[in-house]
């Protein structure tokens, strides 16, 4: 099946632009410090300074993956759910166009894509001044296509569609089928309750046991999931104390599948 | 009321910023009653926080009930010193001070901000807000520790207003 070209979903969806790099220090801190309005894309082949959370390298080889970010407004009372909307949005996108079967793709919580539990996937969200109703949100996904060697530090961690499906994918057109998702279902980016039920059934992610830390610089401790907040928080029943079964809800940190 | 930990917190910080000499409420049967030494400092700025003997908890706790009897003591604490003012937390999440952990921290004790700089970043579920302060003046104290829990409302700073 042919997707639209991104040049027509620019016009379909009134875009304001696309703004292709071939090589740039972090999308999103591109489209920050030029204050780039709401509707603008921008894409790279190479990030010199890809960042994730905690200020980790996002490490992805020129010209073979997806490096974005989608400058969106949005008026909602809820910021931090704009992640799993775009989670779930890159998710639809992945399982709509492979079939990767039971052990395929999964979402990670708060917002990882992962594919043989591996991940393939990670978003980012910046987000300049949360007091304003309508807020102005900076979107950063990374996906990675077409890479088939990874670093020594990832390589356990990290896969891409290639490996898996053993061919390659057209960058452009899963770019187009992302903005184009991402564009038709932004009602759903409103709508807290139907978004959290969604993206609950589609993790699947109560019942399992995970390791929990807050940061880089904290304990792991282990426990159970059980369940995700209507405002995206995780519950875990903490299994550290002896005989003391204890959930938290957390609204940072992150889980590692054991 | 709850008598949890972090109200507790709430109560000994608010004590320590405040110029009251005694706090004493009582709720549902539970007494509490906190006094501390009368301050020798000029009334209009605010004594230095005892540092809590526990650590800030790491996990989020649900957000305790703040009675009413506190918000009105956080009335009377912001009217007795006029020029200091809280910055508090937007959101339930993370609290870092800097940009990156090698980086410098946004602001330290004693700098002079403007209205508009950023001070510190909360973040919750992969979404990084930069928190910027809305009024100028000087940093008299930092309530909060890199990389720690804070709560939706949580005072993160004290600024002396200019």
Known sequence: MKTDSLSEILIAYNLRAVLYFNSIDSTNKYARENNLPSGSLIIAAEQTKGRGRFDRNWESEKGSNILLTIVKSIRTENPALINFYASYIVYKTLTDLFTAGDNGFALKWPNDILLDGRKICGILTELKNIKTDRKKFYIGIGINVNQLKFSESIRNKSTSLVKHFNRKSDISDLIARIIKNFCENIKLAFDYSSLTEIWRKAAKL????????????????SGVITGIKDDGAIEIESDTLVGVRKKSVYYSGEISFI | MKMDLNYLKKLIKMLDTSELAEIEIEEEGTKIRLSKPRPKMVASLPVQAVQPAQPVPQQVLTEAEVSKNLIKMQENIETKNENISE????????????????????????????????????EAM?????????????????????????EYDQPLFLIEKD
């Open chain 1, 206 to 221: 109560e019942g399992k046991r995970v390791e929990f830390r807050l940061n880089d610089t904290t304990e792991a401790h």
């Open chain 2, 126 to 150: 992969k979404l990084m807000n930069e928190i910027e302060c809305e009024i100028s003046g000087k940093i008299v104290k930092i309530l909060v520790e890199n990389g720690h829990a804070v």
């Open chain 2, 87 to 122: 910055i508090r937390s937007p959101m339930v999440g993370t609290y870092y001070s800097s940009p990156s952990p090698d980086a410098e921290a946004y602001v330290k004790t004693g700098d002079s901000i403007k209205a508009g700089a950023v001070i510190c970043i909360i």
